[in-house]
């Protein structure tokens, strides 16, 4: 079974200031990460995926995350955020190979990214 | 308009009262979810449908009943409704198919707020 730890539940940081969101992730076999916004009230969007490739993925909004298969880590960065990133973010993760009916994600359970002026 | 829908978006009722919450897709996606999301658990999988008449439990089913007679849709009932299961809920759906090809990637919905008094 795959499983997902964000290990932040909150994150404050300034405006224009560079931010990280670390995911780090348990499988014994190939994954497929993801990283979702939530904005208040809203529903999840897609900002970036890892299926495979280059380890470095760019994602919406200025957003990147590199994959780490040694250290099993898939961790979020901008280099500078503005206010309206104000937001939850959610790392997921989902075996690449499926079998069955196995297609769904497995959530972590979410960092809270709050922007101040 | 193309997308994901769900309805009710807010809805309150009563311990023991059955609630159905509606999910619509427009994209002929063969897999659908429900994720009920909870301040400290981010989001869990209640139930997932592979195709139309396929369904399976996710992580937290108990309380809960699906069905999927029509592809475009995956309704969540409630049979007797509990305080614990106040909730937002939130359903989505991918373009995988049960052979594993595509990118896993979840489309949602904009989420049902449930509270049960």
């Known amino acids: 079974a795959q499983s997902v730890t964000q290990l932040d539940s909150q994150v404050p940081v300034f405006e224009e200031a560079p931010v990280e969101l670390r995911c780090n992730y348990s499988?014994?076999?190939?994954?497929?990460l993801f990283w979702y916004v939530q904005y208040p009230n809203q529903g999840l969007q897609l900002l970036l995926k890892?299926?495979?490739?280059?380890?470095l993925v760019k994602g919406i909004n200025g957003f990147e995350a590199e994959f780490n298969k040694s250290q099993t880590s898939f961790h979020l960065r901008k280099p500078s955020v503005h206010i309206s990133d104000t937001a939850e973010y959610f790392c997921?993760?989902?075996?690449?190979?499926?079998?069955?009916?196995?297609?769904?994600?497995?959530f972590g359970k979410g960092t809270k990214l709050s922007v101040k002026p | 308009d193309a997308g994901i829908t769900q309805s009710p978006r807010y809805k309150i009722t009563e311990t023991g009262r059955q609630v159905t919450l509606m999910c619509h897709q427009t994209?002929?996606?063969?897999?659908m979810f429900w994720y009920r999301q909870d301040l400290g658990h981010g989001l869990r999988l209640i139930y997932y449908?592979?195709?139309?008449?396929?369904?399976d439990k996710g992580e937290v089913p108990d309380g809960y009943v699906v069905s999927r007679s029509k592809t475009e849709n995956f309704p969540l009932t409630l049979e007797s409704a509990t305080r614990s299961q106040t909730s937002v809920y939130f359903c989505?759906?991918?373009?995988?198919?049960?052979?594993?090809?595509?990118?896993?990637?979840?489309?949602f919905g904009e989420g049902s707020r449930l509270t049960v008094l």
């Open positions: 989505a759906s991918s373009a995988e198919t049960s052979g594993g090809a595509g990118t896993g990637e979840l489309f």
């Open positions: 499988s014994s076999v190939s994954v497929y």
């Open positions: 890892y299926l495979s490739g280059s380890t």
């Open positions: 997921a993760v989902r075996r690449a190979v499926l079998g069955g009916s196995q297609g769904n994600l497995i």
């Open positions: 994209w002929s996606h063969s897999y």
């Open positions: 449908s592979a195709a139309a008449d396929i369904t």
